[in-house]
């Protein structure tokens, strides 16, 4: 196929199985033999400067995809094109030579990916000093921790000239300060016009940086499209096939005192509304003295926008074989989607922890009275009770004031630009 410069990957009917052999239980009688459907008849289209994300369960595909677009395993069926340079950052071990210095993997990982002597060393020192393994430089990478080795490897990923850049789960390993630069590191590497597809667990990440999302499940590609939406079809298969919190029997918690009921008193809310939610907690086993109560609200993409704790309004509460409780909020304003509500309770430790107790819908019906685009609410995880009120700034005595002129100036922004400022 000849190269597109519309298209930077092209994935095409892409499928891959495994034989797995299951050991019989009587030693003369042969193995079974199965199929295991890593990849299902997968397809999709990126273009160039897309910053794709791709998430799903474990054992969805999603690592056996991006093994599939470097070349390190081949398709069962179907196939995949890519047109530029590809960098990949996979897994710990992936990538480098053990037996080679940290240097010399820096240029080796270049001559890889088609890049002449001179080009890597413009970006050496800002490769080096982005890792932090400056000491270890002439070291071996067999002898470097799996934090240093994958704070060098992103370096390389990141810094060196490839048009495509793979990144699997890989980012965990490292400390939080690091991750944070990494994301810092890729809203970089996607404004500059480079493809990049993401392969992640953490959500907020995928939201924050990416402008498409790609959600595989059991090996087939069941959304391509905005993140928002695939955040919500994800999360809303993951509740599908796992049990509420109300469910699990063996949830965490020394289990003295269970949430046993809980939902909210409408099936739907919108935004400005108070929200009421309704739960019960009985005593499973003998417990003395006095508890306290916190509930979180939590988004889509996992992100805890209210920790309500009954402690901070001075309540602490005893026991009792049974109890009712009313929960109630209403700022902060919550935007439009599914809200997971989470029930703790505890004394000097945790009794129980009910995560998923309920989930709470806001409609899509804006709190405001302005009619606007979508841009006008695309950021930030919550809804604000503000308002502006424009105040005038008298000239002190004795100096000309300024307000007749700046009005002409307005005036005349507003002739020029039509809609006003």
Known sequence: MSSNVKTAVEVRSLSKQYSLEEQAGVWWKPAKRSVFKALEDVSFTIAPGDVVGIIGRNG??????????????????????????????????????????????????????????????????????????????????????SGMYVRLAFAVAAHLRSEILLIDEVLAVGDV??????????????????????????LQSVAALCNRLLVLEAGRLVHDG???????????????????????????????????????????????????VCFSIAQRKPFEGLFFISVHLVDSVGTVLAQCDSRLSGQWFGSAPALNFEFTIRTPWLKPGS??????????????LCEHACLMEVLPLLPYPGAVGSEATANGVVFGDFAFHQIEVKSPPGEMEPLEEMSALQVDLKTQNGNGI
């Open 177 to 202: 300060e690091f991750q944070k630069r990494c994301i810092g590191k890729m809203r970089d590497v996607a404004r500059s016009g480079r493809t990049v597809l993401f392969v992640s667990h953490h």
């Open 226 to 276: 905005g993140v928002q939406p695939g955040v919500e079809r994800y999360i809303a298969g993951l509740h599908a096939k796992e049990p509420g919190g109300l469910a699990k029997a063996n949830r965490p918690g020394s289990g003295e005192l269970r949430v046993v009921k809980a939902s909210p008193d409408r099936e739907f809310y919108e935004c400005s509304e108070l929200k009421r």
């Open 60 to 145: 969805a595909g999603k690592s056996t995809l991006l093994k599939i677009l470097t070349r390190i395993t081949a398709p069962t069926k179907g196939g995949a094109d890519l047109y530029g340079r590809v960098g990949s950052l996979l897994e710990v071990g992936t990538g480098f030579h053990p037996e080679l210095t940290g240097r010399e993997n820096i240029f080796l990982n270049g001559a890889i990916l088609g890049m002449r002597r001179a080009e890597i060393r413009a970006e050496f020192d800002a490769i080096v000093a982005f890792s932090g393994v400056e000491r270890f430089l002439e070291t071996p990478v067999k002898r470097y921790s």
């Open 339 to 352: 809200y997971r509500v989470d029930i703790f309770i505890c004394a000097a430790g945790v009794l129980d």
